[in-house]
């Protein structure tokens, strides 16, 4: 029996490379690419009959079970054991570190200036840089953290005037999240309180798994990226990369949302991948993904061994790729379904010399317009 086990965990661990690497080097690529929101995506069916794509699904798959047989068992609690010990310093300070690390986020937005919460968003306007600060001030104090959470869904509803409502969607999940842990963690009553890290969890998952999609609705977003920094794919074809890049996303994204083992070692893959892509991307890269980061960490520390929604669905093997399909489905559907509604059939595509670009050039962002590395757009 110990055999077997010791086996199954070197094939979990070999499994865990495999799917980590596709998205080493992953990066927001409207933060570093020429993108147009409102083109029409590729077809879902382009995915569908994409092998890769179905190779990366059995990979994931194949983690996620084998983590739960390995949790169900007594090597399980040894591993969430290690987990906890490793991690036990920030557990028994996680409000602290927490609050700290969404403080920390929005002083480095407000020195960057002229961006609503993302590097991507930017804005004329110097107040909406002070009104960061001020979220960030907020914070520090428990009675004001509520008044930080409204400030951020104010800032979303305000970035609503400058971009389009689909674009915005990208920054709902992880900045409802991210409020609604401001707003409940002060309270009185611990029923609500005790679901402050669950929401924060779940608004980045799906942040994550929303996000993901552009790679399989629009791959020549990454092209320049590719063509730029070949070493990202790590010598791989680009249209093998992209979506398994795309699947690594999306599935632990998902893994966040499952049983206690799974969305924590989920969290680690995570934190490995945006780690990674710190040093091909920069400041940037490291200030964007700074929340999600420290985020997963708080994730990868979670010492609860309760299971949130659906504990009992989350048990059984099956209900692992049962679980997978039906998100894989629902987001899908949400994507596409809503690109269609916002913007037709055909897309809005603005002429070809007028680009939209996610800000001009620089050294520093060399797909600007002007830029010796700029790709025209295609679709």
Not at 130 to 157: D, K, N
Request: glycine share 8%.
């Amino acid at each position: 029996m110990f055999e077997y086990l010791k086996r199954a965990l070197h094939l979990h661990l070999a499994t865990l490379v495999v799917i980590t690497l596709p998205g080493t080097a992953s990066a927001h690529v409207k933060w570093f690419a020429p993108y147009i929101v409102g083109a029409p995506p590729e077809p879902v069916s382009r995915t569908l009959v994409d092998l890769w794509f179905w190779i990366g699904i059995g990979l994931v798959l194949a983690f996620f079970i084998l983590t739960r047989m390995i949790e169900r068992g007594h090597l399980g609690g040894a591993a969430i054991g290690a987990l906890n010990r490793a991690t036990h310093p920030i557990w028994i300070r996680q409000d602290d570190y927490v609050r700290s690390i969404i403080a920390g986020f929005f002083i480095a937005i407000f020195a960057v200036g002229n961006v609503y919460l993302t590097p991507d968003l930017k804005t004329p306007y110097e107040w909406v840089s002070w009104l960061q600060l001020v979220i960030a001030c907020c914070i520090f104090w428990r009675p004001t953290m509520p008044l930080a959470g409204i400030g951020i869904i104010m800032l979303w509803v305000f970035a609503l005037r400058d971009y389009e409502l689909f674009h915005l969607f990208d920054y709902l999940a992880l900045g409802l999240g991210v409020a609604a842990y401001l707003i409940l963690e002060p309270l009185k009553s611990e029923r609500l309180r005790a679901r402050r890290f669950e929401v924060l969890r779940w608004g980045l998952a799906i942040a994550l798994m929303w996000s993901s999609l552009e790679k399989f609705a629009f791959p020549s977003w990454f092209y320049p990226l590719v063509v730029e920094k070949p070493f990202l794919t790590f010598g791989m074809p680009r249209d093998v990369f992209i979506p398994m890049a795309g699947v690594t996303e999306f599935t632990l994204g998902f893994g966040l949302l499952w049983t206690p083992l799974i969305r924590r070692l989920s969290a680690v893959a995570l934190l490995v991948i945006f780690t990674a892509a710190v040093w091909p991307f920069g400041r940037i890269d490291l200030i964007g993904h700074g929340l999600i980061m420290a985020i997963l960490i708080a994730v990868a520390a979670e010492q609860r061994s309760g299971m949130d929604l659906m504990t009992s669905f989350k048990r059984p093997l099956i209900n692992v790729p049962i679980g997978l399909s039906g998100a894989l489905i629902l987001f899908c559907t949400a994507y596409w379904g809503l690109h269609l509604a916002f913007f037709g059939v055909n897309g809005t595509v603005p002429s070809p010399d007028v680009p939209k670009t996610t800000h001009s050039y620089s050294e520093e962002h060399p797909h600007g317009p002007g830029g010796p590395a700029e790709t025209p757009h295609h679709h």
